[in-house]
């Protein structure tokens, strides 16, 4: 299933240079498994042709409300019925004002007007100059828009087109369709603060080596990812792996186990669920050498020893908050083998109420998982998926779980 299969979503354009990028963004929109019908206003057709358009959403563009293709002659009824949701992107200054006094003289006010206001949401992605930006008259609109429903996406920074730097460019469209994916994905962790740990952890020998683990941090990004999407706000402490920080999450880069600790002590106590996925190195070497050590010349062997790490996990499921529940505590578990046995005595050792268990070298780098979830209950599997279907599913079984507690 992609994420926006069974979405039938209007995109509309106004007029403004970001159009260059709703290119892309229907694409992304139709690879994702959305249908998408464009609706143009004749300055968005200045920037960007119907027919590009048309060709990326394999779909006639809609321009005019004369337009005498529909048979009742009632365009922006029936395309805003259909509808799942109506994207505005690019949403300029000037639609949004219009839209704000409910005007409705071209094709896309009319629709955005007329559509159903309880089951049909209206996304818009503003872009514009910094100064439109912050005029007061812009922000005031946009306060109003959003009093009146409307769903207002972030805006970007940086260079802009007219060559001033600022807020105010349009986000770029894969930032746009993860937020379109997150609107529709149910809020079960809506008020919730969920800490997590992800990826590796570098324990290192000398200023150029050390020791790590193959583990790629996806399982970790995708569990962030989707409580963001149930509403959560999010912290993610991440070992160091190169992926990008998911929308609308706030990461916290580490390097060694300590450093983990560290940032997960400054952030735990402002959380209400914590989720530790990171694949911790369970040694550190014991006196880190302040020099490269050297092969030549020595004619031996490093001799290298080593002292335990802290356990994260562990740690956090002993203190106060997690003992009385105020603190909900998940723990991962990478087996090479005998995975429930594993995970029902690394549940009890770690103290926590679920401990989710998958195979390791069948999922270290890869984007495919399978997960076997045990608490007190017993056990359940969540088959073979990929990770961000079996994180979304993973952040529902918590869900439940912290109903009932
Ligand atoms: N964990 C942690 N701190 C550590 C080691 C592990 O927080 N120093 C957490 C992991 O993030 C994971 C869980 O504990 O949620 C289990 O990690 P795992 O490496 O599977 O278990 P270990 O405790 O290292 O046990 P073993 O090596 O015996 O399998």
């Known amino acids: 299933m992609s994420d926006l299969s069974n979405k039938h979503i209007v995109l509309g354009l ?101 559509r159903p206001i309880d089951s049909v949401p209206l996304i818009l992605a503003p872009a514009m100059n910094r100064e439109m930006w912050l005029h007061p008259a812009t922000q005031r609109n946009m306060a109003q828009l959003k009093a009146d429903g409307a769903h207002v996406l972030d805006v970007g920074q940086g260079e802009q087109a007219c060559g001033e730097t600022g807020d105010g460019r349009m986000l770029e469209p894969e930032e746009i369709l993860q937020d379109l994916v997150a609107f529709f994905q149910t809020k079960v962790l809506a008020g919730q603060h969920v800490l997590v740990t992800a990826g590796p952890t570098y324990e290192a020998m000398d200023p150029v080596r050390g020791i790590t683990n193959l583990s790629s941090g996806k399982m970790g990004f995708s569990i962030a990812r989707a409580a963001r999407e149930a509403g959560a706000e999010v912290t993610l402490v991440a070992g160091p792996v190169h992926l990008p920080t998911p929308r609308g999450v706030q990461r916290v880069d580490v390097r060694s186990a300590l450093d983990m600790q560290a940032a997960v002590a400054a952030h735990v106590d402002a959380a209400s669920v914590f989720v530790a996925t990171a694949a911790v190195a369970d040694w550190r070497v014991a006196e880190v050498a302040g020099q490269k050590i050297k092969k030549e010349g020595s004619g031996q062997l490093p001799q290298l020893s080593f002292v335990e790490n802290p356990d994260i996990l562990a740690g956090v499921a002993q203190s106060a908050r997690a003992k009385s529940g105020a603190l909900y505590c998940v723990g991962f578990a990478a087996e090479s083998h005998d995975l429930l046995q594993h995970a029902t005595t690394k549940r009890e050792r770690k103290g926590v109420p679920l401990l989710v268990g998958n195979i390791g070298p069948a999922t270290f780098g890869l984007d495919d998982n399978a997960l076997l979830l045990v608490d007190a209950q017993g056990a359940k599997e969540l088959p073979h998926a990929n990770k961000l279907t079996l994180a979304r599913q993973l952040v529902a079984e918590i869900a439940k779980r912290l109903k009932v507690a």
């Open 14 to 114: 106004s007029g403004g240079i970001a159009c260059y990028k709703a290119a892309e963004l229907c694409r992304a929109l139709v690879k994702a498994g959305a249908s998408v019908q464009v609706v143009m206003t004749e300055a968005a057709a200045q920037f960007i042709t119907p027919v590009t358009l048309q060709a990326l959403s394999n779909r006639a563009v809609y321009v005019s409300q004369w337009d005498a293709r529909e048979p009742n002659n009632m365009a922006h009824i029936n395309l805003s019925r259909e509808a799942d949701a109506i994207l505005v992107a690019p949403a300029s200054a000037d639609f949004m004002a219009k839209l704000l006094h409910g005007r409705a003289d071209d094709l896309l006010s009319l629709m955005c007007l007329a």
